[in-house]
């Protein structure tokens, strides 16, 4: 794995910025700021004019869907996906995502067949294939997929997922307000007729009538027993995260709909999270909360990049725009994930003996960039400027 030296950076720790340089050794860092003189590297990297961060932890992605599907039943070999994705990832700095995989109750890669068979390649893949980054599965389970519950209940035995989540999609809560904005966003998102779009909301409304939360909480517990973190999804009210709290041992509220849900989840002590693609366009294409206005007024701290893992980066930039300190924004893509998931003791920020996942950044530019991303110590992705006549 040998040795790396990072010299004439501006190193973003978890409280302040330091200037001088990053040692790493066997895929840890050993020293911040001042390194000793019997420090020898086998590489040497100058970072003048960029800052060093610690890579982005993505925790709600599902993009890997549309590498594996990018147009409706079109589907590419997992293996060419997974490599296409791993390269996208690398050069928008994520090093450890993960994947969003649905058992929901739609068609195309989030049927239950497609789905479980994308949880188990992706399973496979990071146990026997070297890779640029870290990946890990994030099972988002639509609690009116009842038929579902044996695949979860064995995925759970098998600890093959890392993060569980509940979501209800139904129409008439959460994201969907209204039957209307269910029926359009079906029809648009399974390139479907309007009749089977109808069809599939009033099979929603009855499926969510036979929902059994005792047996989901049931599940829950057994989840959380195993050591895999716990999400609500889409909290819309107060009383939904009070519910889920008592019930659902979750700590992290993924996209809450307005400021009061967010605040009363920041409030009970969970970590809140927004999207990157919210934050960078300024507005929900649901219509729903704005994510900066959670974050400036204290009522979110991590973000990620929900469809688009090009956005978490530029997003990290604007929160810093809005006047957030810099180790503050990136603790919102590392430091607070981390936490969240339980890997804090190994990576989410710049300290001496944690993983060496760390980031080039350069703020300079009038597009701020990744220039570099290293993962355990290995250079995954580096980005060289030139100038074409």
Known sequence: MGSL???????????????????????????????????????????????VTPGMIETHCDAIEKEMEPR????????????EMERKLAGNGITTIYHSISLSDGS????????????????????????MVRHRIHLRYEVTNRRALPTIQAFIDE??????SFMDHSP????????DSFHHFTKAFYNITEEEAQRMTEEVLKLKQKVDWDELKQVAQEAYAKG?????????????????????????????????????????GLFVSVGAPNIVRGFSHSGNMRAIDAI?????????????????????????????????????????????????????????GKQAD????????????????????????????????
């Open 72 to 83: 409706p039943n079109t589907f590419f070999p997992l293996d060419m996906a997974m490599k």
């Open 296 to 352: 400036i007024a204290g009522n979110a701290n991590m973000i990620c990049s929900d469809y688009h893992p090009s956005a978490l980066f530029p997003a990290v930039i604007e929160v810093h725009r809005q006047g957030i300190p810099l180790p503050e924004a990136m603790k919102m893509v590392s430091t607070y994930p981390a936490e969240s998931l339980g890997i804090a003791s190994d990576r989410g920020s710049i300290e001496v």
């Open 228 to 268: 895999i973190s716990l999400a609500s999804h889409d909290d819309d009210t107060v009383e939904k995260i009070d519910y889920m709290l008592k019930d659902f041992p979750v700590n992290i509220s993924e996209f809450p709909i307005t400021m009061e849900a967010a605040k009363h989840a920041k409030d009970q």
């Open 172 to 179: 008439g809560q959460g994201q969907f307000k209204s039957m």
């Open 5 to 51: 030296l990072i010299t004439n950076g501006k190193i973003v720790t978890p409280n302040t910025i330091v200037e001088g340089s990053l040692a790493i050794e066997n895929g840890r860092i050993a020293f911040i700021g001042e390194v000793p003189a019997y420090f020898q590297a086998d590489h040497t990297i100058d970072a003048e004019g960029m800052h």
């Open 159 to 164: 600890k093959k997922m890392d993060l569980l």
């Open 358 to 389: 760390v980031l080039l950044i350069d703020l300079n530019d009038t597009y701020p960039a990744v220039r570099q991303t290293i993962v355990n110590g290995n250079i995954v992705y580096q980005s060289q400027l030139s100038m074409m006549g």
């Open 108 to 131: 195309g890669i989030r049927g239950d067949e497609q789905s479980i068979k994308l949880m188990n390649n992706i399973d496979e893949h990071r146990r026997s294939s070297p890779s």
